[in-house]
């Protein structure tokens, strides 16, 4: 006897029987409905289920409709999974899309970017088999059989990172765009390398993308993918960097992969609300965000000037303010000061700083930055190095949704990932 999956072994099975058999137990206990017919030794996957749940925007500026017969996607190619959801980790553009009509391709669509879930379709080839659990950042908005608001969810294996059984699925559903961003941030913009860390070492994704043909970039974000090939420019172990809204989700993931390379690093966030898990996860330096000409002068007097990478993931007023932290001096090896936006940057711009957005589409576009990506994740998981964001869990499923995100826009949840549980 053996069991099915090395992560979350719930059944017991005859291992003299075909594998097809065996998946389809699983996902009669794992996702009861899946399979409508009756499982028999003689009888595969031959009638799942057609239609399910999913959250429709059918206007911009209003809020997520809730139907019950929408298709479940199919999955088109080897590289391709089918996810039953078990939960979504809400993030700002969920509702910051739909209010000022960004990011939505047509009408009706269905959003959502953090899932995890259990793989119930997985080609023999994938690196993730079926009856895993999964988390999928799914960055591939464009594609709507991606999108997170749905009871099953397409995705790739490479951009799916199993999740031990020692995490909690739910924490899990928070991290992943949080995650992609942090990492293409400061390992492609700004070229830090990842494989030199001792305790979990990562991907040099510098090397990665070196190795792709350019032409295999996507054209929008090219340059920025580019920038780091410059040794001159990288960001390395024993650098200052400033993270402007250290509490936000992605600030947490940022300052712990920071840290894992070695860097020093400056936080601005609410220190009375936040200081006490930033300093638990490493920062160096603390500084309240509700006094920003101060905030500025203390980042000057830390690093005594010479702050040469700074990270906004609050907007273009807090990017506007820190780039006046940086020294925006050409230096004579000609390297420049680097200031990466997540969520706007600086209207006037100085000369001496080489502004950023982060290439987040390289995460879907490139299998191996992909898989390079969440392979680590599972380590980083595994071993406990990466501490999970603190979450909101709310019950009602996708019904719940409008709702939850309200708490979201209103800035309730301080910190706190919001993740909606779909139930078994
Ligand atoms: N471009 C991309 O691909 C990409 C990817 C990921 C994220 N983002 C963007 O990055 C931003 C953060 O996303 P997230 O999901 O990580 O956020 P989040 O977890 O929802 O962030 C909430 C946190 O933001 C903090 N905050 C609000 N205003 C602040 C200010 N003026 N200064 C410092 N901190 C402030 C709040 O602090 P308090 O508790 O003190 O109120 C709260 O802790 C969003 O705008 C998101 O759209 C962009």
Same mark, same amino acid.
Request: hydrophobic share 40%.
């Given at each position: 006897?053996?069991?099915?999956?090395?992560?979350?072994?719930?059944?017991?099975?005859?291992e003299?029987?075909p594998?097809?058999?065996?998946?389809?137990?699983?996902?009669?206990?794992?996702?009861?409905?899946?399979?409508?017919?009756?499982?028999?030794?003689?009888?595969?996957?031959?009638?799942?289920?057609?239609?399910?749940?999913?959250?429709l925007?059918?206007q911009?500026?209003?809020?997520?409709?809730?139907?019950n =017969?929408? /298709? +479940? *996607? $199919?999955?088109?190619?080897?590289?391709?999974?089918?996810?039953? !959801?078990?939960?979504?980790? &809400?993030?700002?553009?969920?509702?910051?899309?739909?209010?000022f009509?960004?990011?939505?391709?047509s009408?009706?669509?269905?959003?959502?970017?953090?899932?995890?879930?259990i793989?119930?379709?997985?080609?023999?080839?994938?690196?993730?088999?079926?009856?895993?659990?999964?988390?999928?950042?799914?960055?591939?908005?464009?594609?709507?059989?991606?999108?997170?608001?749905?009871?099953?969810?397409v995705?790739?294996?490479?951009?799916?990172?199993?999740?031990?059984?020692?995490?909690?699925?739910?924490?899990?559903?928070?991290?992943?765009?949080?995650?992609?961003?942090?990492?293409?941030?400061?390992?492609?913009?700004?070229g830090?390398?990842?494989?030199?860390?001792?305790?979990?070492?990562?991907?040099?994704?510098v090397?990665?993308?070196?190795?792709?043909? =350019?032409? /295999? +970039? *996507? $054209?929008?974000?090219?340059?920025?993918?580019?920038?780091?090939? !410059?040794?001159?420019?990288? &960001?390395?172990s024993g650098?200052?960097?400033?993270?402007?809204?250290?509490?936000?989700?992605?600030?947490?993931?940022?300052?712990?992969?920071?840290?894992?390379?070695?860097?020093?690093?400056?936080?601005?966030?609410?220190?009375?609300?936040?200081g006490?898990?930033?300093?638990?996860?490493?920062?160096?330096?603390?500084?309240?965000?509700?006094?920003?000409?101060?905030?500025i002068?203390?980042?000057?007097?830390?690093?005594q000037?010479?702050?040469?990478y700074?990270?906004?993931?609050?907007?273009?007023d807090?990017?506007?303010?820190?780039?006046?932290?940086?020294?925006?001096s050409?230096?004579?090896?000609?390297?420049?000061?680097?200031?990466?936006?997540?969520?706007?940057?600086p209207?006037?711009?100085?000369?001496g700083?080489?502004?950023?957005?982060?290439?987040?589409?390289?995460?879907?576009?490139?299998?191996?930055?992909g898989?390079?990506?969440?392979?680590?994740?599972?380590? &980083?998981?595994?071993?406990?190095?990466?501490?999970?964001?603190?979450?909101?869990?709310?019950?009602?499923?996708l019904?719940s949704?409008?709702?939850?995100?309200?708490?979201?826009?209103?800035?309730?949840?301080?910190?706190k990932?919001?993740?909606?549980?779909?139930?078994?």
């Amino acid at each position: 006897m053996t069991a099915i999956s090395t992560y979350t072994p719930l059944v017991a099975v005859d291992e003299k029987r075909p594998a097809t058999f065996q998946n389809e137990i699983f996902l009669e206990q794992r996702c009861p409905g899946y399979l409508q017919t009756s499982i028999s030794h003689s009888t595969p996957l031959v009638s799942p289920r057609r239609t399910q749940n999913a959250l429709l925007l059918k206007q911009a500026r209003e809020q997520y409709t809730l139907v019950n =017969d929408h /298709s +479940i *996607p $199919s999955i088109s190619n080897k590289d391709e999974i089918l996810v039953k !959801v078990l939960a979504i980790g &809400l993030n700002p553009i969920d509702w910051k899309g739909p209010a000022f009509n960004f990011g939505i391709p047509s009408l009706p669509w269905i959003n959502g970017r953090d899932l995890a879930g259990i793989v119930v379709e997985a080609d023999e080839s994938s690196r993730v088999r079926v009856g895993d659990t999964v988390l999928v950042p799914s960055t591939d908005y464009r594609d709507i059989r991606k999108a997170a608001f749905q009871e099953y969810a397409v995705a790739t294996h490479y951009n799916a990172a199993r999740i031990p059984p020692s995490q909690c699925i739910h924490a899990s559903a928070s991290l992943g765009v949080a995650f992609v961003a942090a990492i293409l941030a400061l390992g492609v913009s700004f070229g830090l390398d990842f494989a030199a860390p001792s305790a979990c070492p990562g991907p040099n994704l510098v090397d990665v993308v070196r190795r792709l043909p =350019d032409d /295999s +970039i *996507p $054209s929008d974000i090219r340059d920025e993918c580019l920038t780091a090939r !410059v040794e001159s420019e990288r &960001l390395r172990s024993g650098n200052w960097i400033a993270i402007w809204g250290a509490s936000t989700t992605t600030g947490y993931i940022t300052l712990q992969m920071a840290k894992l390379a070695g860097l020093k690093v400056i936080c601005v966030a609410d220190i009375a609300r936040h200081g006490s898990r930033l300093v638990e996860l490493g920062a160096d330096v603390l500084v309240d965000r509700h006094d920003t000409e101060r905030a500025i002068e203390i980042i000057r007097g830390v690093t005594q000037g010479q702050l040469r990478y700074a990270i906004d993931i609050v907007g273009k007023d807090t990017a506007t303010l820190l780039q006046r932290a940086l020294d925006s001096s050409i230096h004579k090896d000609g390297s420049h000061a680097h200031l990466l936006g997540l969520t706007g940057l600086p209207k006037e711009r100085l000369p001496g700083i080489c502004y950023h957005t982060v290439p987040i589409k390289l995460f879907h576009t490139s299998s191996t930055v992909g898989e390079s990506m969440v392979t680590w994740l599972e380590t &980083l998981l595994a071993s406990n190095t990466l501490k999970l964001p603190e979450i909101v869990r709310t019950e009602g499923g996708l019904a719940s949704i409008n709702a939850s995100l309200e708490i979201l826009r209103q800035g309730t949840a301080s910190g706190k990932r919001v993740v909606v549980d779909l139930g078994g």
